[in-house]
């Protein structure tokens, strides 16, 4: 049994068990959330009660989520002294699965960021971000519902590793003079600098999960994504150790692009997957050009948190674009804009993010009903053009309505 220092788990839900590498989901799970800063209580208010509402619409009241409630960021700092409590991670592990608002990180000096810190303390190395279209959102593009990726961006590893020293400390002189003296580099005096650690371990970890989301889900590819034409040892090597872990492991299953046209003359068997790359500059057109023709993208960290936000764009913006975090077994899903504290208690930010968020919770428990319910009702409301400011504003005959006011709405269309 877990003990907490400062937290009582709800007394009406039951623990997630994990067999065999599987969640078993009894039907009162209990669920940490954090609700986030800025934006993030009213955000979380409106999901709540939409992925309720969607659960008793869709199993008759036999099912429901017992919420616990844990704390991380500027809330948390400012009751406990603490940006991210011990008790919070020990809660997300000890659940496995987990839900979040956003959360504040200042630029620059002061604290690392939270969302990473949670990546790497609970090994979460797979940030999965579906991009999606709903009709009736305004769109920058011509055809957005082409759009419909998921892309599987590595969690840990890259400059978010958080390896750096700042110019003119102690620490990076001597790493600028052993690169200097003795690895034959010409680093100027006045840098700051940071390492980029890419590992086998970490890149096949990554490919091998979104490979089997492309079979699980009957997708048609999988696109390593990577500037190894620049970086040879490093995304290069993503590239090469991605395709490795294809021949090992899913040989039955997978089409290596070279393959298919060496072998198969252009025509993709059926039931397989097909694994190709991208150079990461070239992948940022292509989503524009070629929308259609990419399914599933894996890459490294930076390259994801770029690409995912550009896709984003593209179908209604961060607002609209839902993220998990998930390890072997720990799942953490999440908004994925920042916390917007300008608009803080004014019941005013699009929930969408977060509640489809939500959604991909659901779908990660097999509580797959209730996910369609939610995300067939919060498509319907869209479509109807009873929407928040960010679209409102953007779409000709719309009516603005608050946070609460468009939960209500996608509620009374479950």
């Not at 008759?60 to 991210?84: P, R």
């Not at 620059?108 to 979460?124: A, E, F, H, P, Y």
Request: negative net charge.
């Amino acid at each position: 049994m877990v003990e907490f220092r400062n937290l009582t788990p709800p007394e009406d839900g039951q623990e997630i068990k994990e067999e065999g590498g599987k969640l078993k989901i009894p039907d009162n799970p209990i669920i940490p959330f954090i609700e986030g800063d800025g934006t993030g209580p009213d955000i979380w208010r409106a999901s709540q009660r939409v992925l309720d509402a969607g659960i008793d619409k869709a199993y008759g009241g036999k099912k429901a989520i017992a919420w616990f409630q844990v704390m991380a960021g500027e809330t948390s700092f400012n009751e406990t002294g603490e940006w991210l409590p011990e008790d919070t991670l020990k809660a997300i592990e000890h659940y496995k699965v987990a839900i979040k608002g956003p959360l504040t990180t200042p630029v620059g000096g002061g604290i690392r960021s939270l969302n990473v810190t949670l990546r790497q303390k609970l090994d979460l190395y797979a940030c999965v971000r579906p991009v999606r279209y709903f009709q009736g959102v305004p769109s920058p593009v011509r055809s957005p519902e082409q759009m419909d990726m998921i892309i599987f961006r590595e969690n840990t590893e890259d400059v978010y590793a958080g390896i750096e020293w700042s110019e003119g400390s102690n620490e990076v002189k001597k790493v600028i003079k052993f690169l200097n003296k003795k690895m034959g580099t010409n680093i100027r005096e006045d840098s700051g600098v940071g390492v980029k650690p890419i590992s086998i371990t970490g890149t096949k970890r990554l490919v091998r999960k979104a490979i089997q989301y492309a079979l699980d889900k009957n997708r048609r590819s999988v696109t390593l994504v990577h500037k190894g034409n620049i970086m040879k040892f490093t995304e290069g090597a993503f590239r090469d150790w991605g395709y490795e872990l294809a021949r090992e492991e899913f040989a039955d299953v997978t089409v290596l692009e070279n393959d298919l046209w060496d072998k198969y003359d252009g025509k993709m068997p059926a039931g397989k997957v097909l694994i190709n790359d991208r150079i990461a500059d070239s992948m940022f057109q292509q989503v524009l050009t070629r929308t259609n023709e990419y399914d599933i993208l894996a890459t490294p960290n930076l390259n994801g948190d770029y690409l995912s936000d550009a896709c984003a764009a593209q179908v209604g913006g961060l607002g609209m674009a839902p993220g998990a975090n998930i390890g072997d077994v720990v799942g953490l899903f999440e908004a994925t804009h920042g916390t917007a504290p300008k608009y803080a208690g004014q019941d005013k930010v699009n929930p969408g993010s977060l509640l489809l968020s939500g959604v991909m919770m659901l779908e990660y428990m097999g509580w797959k009903e209730a996910a369609d319910k939610v995300v067939n009702a919060f498509g319907v409301t869209i479509k109807s053009k009873v929407v928040t400011y960010d679209l409102a504003r953007l779409m000709s005959g719309a009516r603005e309505v608050k946070a609460s006011e468009f939960a209500s709405a996608i509620i009374e269309n479950l």
